[in-house]
């Protein structure tokens, strides 16, 4: 399922993505949602809450990391480095979520790209690759492949 990108605001987008991610995602406990700000959702049940941030990298940025060329294939380590910069600002988010006495945060990071462009094959060896975070569990989600990875469990 590729959400609809001509809807206009920022909350009906990352409405969208968590819908996907709902979908893909079999971990989610059940609960209320709500969508908030920092994080941007809350899944909140009786004696549970989770909050569930959401991020993007772009394809611009992995070819930024790339030497600013256009490689035909992207390498695991390449998409990695990438991600680093992402990691280390949701981290600092992370904390300040504290407050709001959640049992658990998760961070989806959604990977924004062309669906012609690259070959993204390495994106299956990402599974369970242990990424360093704050966040209880960390996922990637492929919008245009509708595939969800689990970087962090």
């Given at each position: 399922?590729?959400?609809?990108?001509?809807i206009?605001?920022?909350?009906?987008?990352?409405?969208?993505?968590?819908d996907?991610?709902?979908?893909?995602?079999?971990?989610?406990?059940?609960?209320?949602?709500?969508?908030?700000?920092?994080p941007?959702?809350?899944?909140?049940?009786?004696?549970?809450?989770?909050?569930?941030?959401?991020?993007?990298?772009?394809?611009?940025?992995?070819?930024?990391?790339?030497?600013?060329?256009?490689?035909?294939?992207?390498?695991?380590?390449?998409?990695?480095?990438?991600?680093?910069?992402?990691?280390?600002?949701?981290?600092?988010?992370?904390?300040?979520?504290?407050?709001?006495?959640?049992?658990?945060?998760?961070?989806l990071?959604?990977?924004?790209?062309?669906?012609?462009?690259?070959?993204?094959?390495?994106?299956?060896?990402?599974?369970?690759?242990?990424?360093?975070?704050?966040?209880?569990?960390?996922?990637?989600?492929?919008?245009?492949?509708?595939?969800?990875?689990?970087?962090?469990?």
């Amino acid at each position: 399922m590729i959400p609809n990108f001509r809807i206009k605001s920022k909350q009906e987008v990352e409405r969208a993505y968590f819908d996907q991610f709902r979908q893909l995602c079999n971990d989610i406990p059940h609960g209320k949602i709500i969508q908030s700000e920092s994080p941007d959702f809350i899944i909140r049940s009786r004696h549970f809450s989770l909050g569930v941030e959401i991020t993007r990298i772009y394809q611009e940025k992995i070819i930024e990391v790339y030497s600013g060329t256009l490689p035909s294939k992207i390498s695991k380590v390449v998409f990695l480095s990438a991600l680093l910069p992402i990691l280390e600002k949701k981290e600092s988010k992370r904390l300040r979520y504290q407050t709001k006495r959640m049992n658990a945060n998760w961070l989806l990071i959604v990977f924004v790209r062309e669906p012609e462009n690259l070959a993204y094959d390495f994106l299956k060896e990402l599974d369970n690759t242990s990424v360093e975070s704050g966040f209880e569990k960390v996922f990637l989600l492929d919008v245009i492949a509708n595939q969800l990875i689990e970087l962090k469990s």
